[in-house]
């Protein structure tokens, strides 16, 4: 499973141009082959900024679809000023899926690099035992873990990790929970850093 990751930050008055216009694109990738779904999600740390997922069977799939009329085009009409994007990783292949089955539009993202003297495969299995204790608590929608693949120095050995929960309150209760006390107990020192864990509702999907 492939993902592209994108962080807009879009003009204060236009907000909802700008999620008609990525409803509009998310549109056309939809009856593309290997398309699974696109998300956007309001960064809750300000107003402006969104998090865009789009999920494919494969990167080729995603190529593919750059390659066709749709893909060539959309990218050219966009309207001046209405989003800028920031930098970020954008190519990520899915390593763990933990669903976990409840409901809910509140999303974790993590962003971890493995530490030194550590490899991405200990990471992966750290972070197998942690979806185990996680979706034990309730109001747990899934967890995914994604390793970057951009091709750069600073993306090497780093880890996209989403958390969806039911609400704020779920997320806080797997903080105090158990669960999460015993997943910090069996830590590796320098295992991995975290660079950074920002909170976001999603506000979009495709499909829903």
Known sequence: MYALQEILRCSNSRQDEAIKRLQWIHGLM????????????????????????????????????????????????????????????????????????????????????????????????NRQRHDGLAVQVPGTVGLETWRCTDDTEEHKDTFLCLARRVDRDAYNDYLQSPQAAEYRKGNVRGLYRTQSTECYEIVDELPA
């Open 30 to 125: 939809k009856p593309a082959p290997g398309f699974v779904k696109a998300q956007v999600s309001r960064f809750l740390g300000n107003p402006t900024d969104y998090l865009i997922l789009r999920i494919w069977d494969s990167q080729q799939d995603w190529t593919n679809f750059r390659a066709t009329p749709d893909g060539q085009n959309y990218p050219k009409d966009r309207p001046e000023g209405l989003y800028e994007g920031l930098p970020v990783g954008r190519n990520w292949e899915r390593v763990i899926d933990s669903p976990a089955g409840a409901t809910g539009n509140y999303l974790i993202r993590s962003i971890y690099k493995v530490g030194e003297g550590h490899t991405g495969d200990e990471f992966i299995a």
